[in-house]
């Protein structure tokens, strides 16, 4: 069982409001990661990072924003939630010496009203 | 373009069979292919990686192989179990950046039924 956390696990919020979805893992891992999955659908990147300081966007375009001030936190904000937003929403980390697998956590169900 | 399918989409059989879900892939270059367990409501989990010059690789009932030539693997469980019910998911990795990049499948539901 991987070390990474996610929450909340489920989550169900009105149009306009502000939220945040937290990751943390505890592996120390340089590299971490957000998808956006919907039923039935394949993980699609939505924002990653190397390390500290440093964030990137993925391949799926996305009105969310992220932050990595500590190498274990790598939270997620949408400003402004919309009914479009509803998903699920897996964040991963790697760096483990010898490979490049990526564990992943929970996930947070998400459902914008 | 770098894509990955998998076959059946979905799949149900009687505990204690045998069963084999496919994937093909066209991402390039190729870099290792793993299989991954994604239970209802939960994150995928690493089942097996392969690297090119790996042809099989095994983890307790979970056998995966790969034919780096023609791109494919698959993935064959052997005397299913109730909590085999899952989504698997296969994986593609490409070399030709830093960041290692994913290719995701859509999976195959599998139920096993009692």
């Known amino acids: 069982e991987a070390d990474i956390y996610q929450t909340p696990r489920y989550l169900v919020i009105g149009t306009g409001k502000k939220i945040t979805l937290e990751c943390s893992q505890t592996?120390?891992?340089?590299?971490m990661y957000w998808y956006q999955q919907d039923p039935g659908m394949e993980l699609h990147l939505i924002h990653y990072?190397?390390?500290?300081?440093?964030?990137e966007k993925g391949d799926l375009s996305s009105e969310s924003t992220v932050s990595r001030i500590r190498t274990e936190h790598f939270p997620l904000t949408l400003e402004s939630a919309r009914p479009s937003h509803t998903s699920q929403y897996l964040c991963a980390s790697s760096g483990t010496p010898g490979t490049d697998t990526q564990y992943f956590g929970p996930g947070t169900r998400l459902t914008v009203l | 373009k770098n894509q990955v399918e998998q076959s059946p989409q979905s799949l149900i059989i009687l505990e204690g069979k045998n069963c084999t879900l496919q994937c093909n892939y066209t991402v390039s270059p190729f870099s290792n292919l793993r299989w991954y367990k994604q239970d209802t409501g939960r994150g995928p989990v690493s089942l097996t990686i392969?690297?090119?010059?790996?042809n099989t690789k095994s983890n307790g009932r979970y056998t995966a192989t790969l034919d780096a030539d023609t791109k494919q693997s698959s993935l064959h469980i052997t005397a299913s179990q109730l909590s085999d019910s899952a989504s698997y998911i296969c994986?593609?990795?490409?070399?030709?950046?830093?960041?290692?990049?994913?290719?995701f499948g859509r999976g195959t539901q599998l139920t096993v039924w009692p």
């Open positions: 990072s190397y390390g500290v300081n440093s964030t």
């Open positions: 392969m690297t090119f010059s790996e």
């Open positions: 994986v593609v990795s490409d070399r030709g950046s830093t960041l290692g990049r994913l290719y």
């Open positions: 592996m120390g891992h340089d590299k």
